[in-house]
């Protein structure tokens, strides 16, 4: 096994496991977003040098790091983004209210940009948000279904922020639901939503995975192929076209206002077949690229895409994390069949004088520096691919020198904590 392997055990000690995870999960998707955004946008279609990447990973986070140039630089605080912003307030949301309230969360975000609107939100989205202000607005779903022509945005808006309702949801079913509703609140197109869906999958899947034993990267993909077959999830007893209160066995109280049937829309939407289809085809070919050990950023980039639809995004964030926890299984002494540059990322790669130190492997810096490397929508595909690994490999993972340069380190953690106090007072573990 990597080196890295081994430092899983040794997070115990920062508190319960659950716990570290949890702060796994909201770091790794602040840290994705604030040092993917540093490279948004400016290779849409193409993939970027990985160990241009890694370099400047580095440079942003290690205070010895020095430039190409030899030059020392200073480490600067790297804002984040509206991916972490939403986030953010997804989690509140769901712990102020002890479950999902519809109205309030979609009034918060609308407030959030309001406050913050410099924070590089999607292009439309914010037509949603004015939308939502105005005194007419009794539905708060219907200016999300308005956009596009009726045809809802493909957007990756609502799967870059659905991290912390893996992490607030326990079952199956509430999971599926609440990532579906909450992405229906500004994205109505069924990619927006199953994208939000698959994510949300994914950390959870990760979340619960037992680290006694090799991650099981087939499993993994089931479960993901599971939830894409019966998207969109129905509340538990509900008849098509009467989405009612949740009656659902489930732990917390959800409450689902409104009177359409949220699934039902979806169903009847005229992409919903093809959105189902094409994920289910993704998936195959992700696990095929994932089999492959000399699968290559390119490779990735035509076959799954790294643009902002969340059928490109999710795939291209889930790649680069199952990718990640595929090599934790790996023999700590690359093979020699293992291509030069899929070799993971030594820890302070090209930090002191540029040379890597000697056989340590670091999850989250690896997963982070591949997401970036995709290309495209940087800052999402690597919060997302950061929220999955996170979870799994919790924060004893990720290198505390980043710790001073992520914007709102200390909130990231708190509300993982809180997250994770809630979670330990429904189901108390000795
Ligand atoms: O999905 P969304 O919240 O954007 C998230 C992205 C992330 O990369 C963030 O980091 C941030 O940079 O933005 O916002 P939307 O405005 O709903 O969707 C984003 C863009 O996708 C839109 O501005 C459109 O360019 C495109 N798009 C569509 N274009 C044509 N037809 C989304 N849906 C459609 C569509 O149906
Ligand atoms: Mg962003
Ligand atoms: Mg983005």
């Known amino acids: 096994m990597l080196k890295f392997a081994k430092r899983l055990s040794g997070s115990r000690t920062m508190g319960s496991e659950l716990q570290d995870r949890f702060r796994g999960c909201m770091l790794g998707g602040l840290a994705g977003d604030c040092l993917g955004a540093r490279f948004e946008g400016a290779y849409w279609g193409k993939v970027v040098d990985r160990d241009a990447v890694a370099r400047l990973v580095s440079e942003m986070t290690n205070p010895e790091a020095k430039s190409a140039a030899g030059r020392s630089k200073a480490l600067v605080v790297r804002r984040y983004t509206d991916d972490t912003s939403m986030a953010f307030t997804l989690a509140r949301s769901l712990l102020e209210n002890d479950g999902y309230r519809e109205r309030y969360l979609a009034k918060s975000f609308a407030n959030d940009y309001k406050r913050e609107p410099g924070r590089g939100y999607g292009g439309s989205v914010i037509v949603v948000f004015m939308k939502l202000f105005e005194d007419s607005c009794r539905d708060c779903y219907k200016p999300a279904h308005d956009q596009f022509d009726g045809s809802g945005s493909y957007g990756n808006g609502a799967a870059m922020r659905v991290a912390p309702v893996a992490l607030f949801c ?50 993994c993909l089931q479960r993901l192929r599971d939830a894409v077959e019966r998207f969109p999830r129905q509340p538990a007893g509900a008849a098509a076209g009467s989405r009612t209160a949740s009656t659902t066995a489930t732990a917390s109280p959800i409450t689902c206002g409104g009177s359409d049937s949220l699934a039902t829309f979806l169903t009847q939407h005229s992409d919903y077949r093809a959105t189902v289809d094409k994920y289910l085809k993704k998936l195959d070919t992700l696990s095929v690229l994932l089999a492959n050990p000399h699968t290559n950023q390119q490779e990735v980039m035509v076959e799954l895409g790294n643009g902002i639809a969340a059928s490109e995004a999710v795939f291209a964030a889930i790649f680069s994390a199952l990718r990640t926890l595929r090599m934790l299984n790996e023999p700590a002494q690359p093979s020699a069949e293992q291509p030069a540059d899929q070799k993971p990322v030594p820890e302070g790669a090209a930090g002191k004088e540029g040379k890597p130190s000697a056989g340590e492997f670091s999850a989250m810096t690896e997963t982070i520096v591949h997401a970036i490397s995709l290309g495209g929508d940087t800052d999402t595909i690597a919060c997302m691919a950061g929220g999955i690994v996170g979870a799994y490999c919790g924060a004893g993972g990720i290198s505390p020198s980043w710790k001073p340069v992520l914007e709102s380190y200390a909130t990231a953690v708190s509300l993982a904590d809180k997250l994770c106090a809630r979670r330990h007072k429904l189901h108390p573990q000795p």
Do not use: I, S, W, Y
């Open 170 to 219: 326990d079952d199956e079913q509430e999971l599926e639901r609440v990532a579906m509703e909450q992405a229906m609140l500004t994205h109505a197109n069924p990619d927006g939503v199953c994208g939000a869906v698959l994510q949300a999958t994914a950390v959870h899947h990760c979340l619960h995975a037992d680290r006694g034993k090799p991650f099981d990267v087939a499993a």
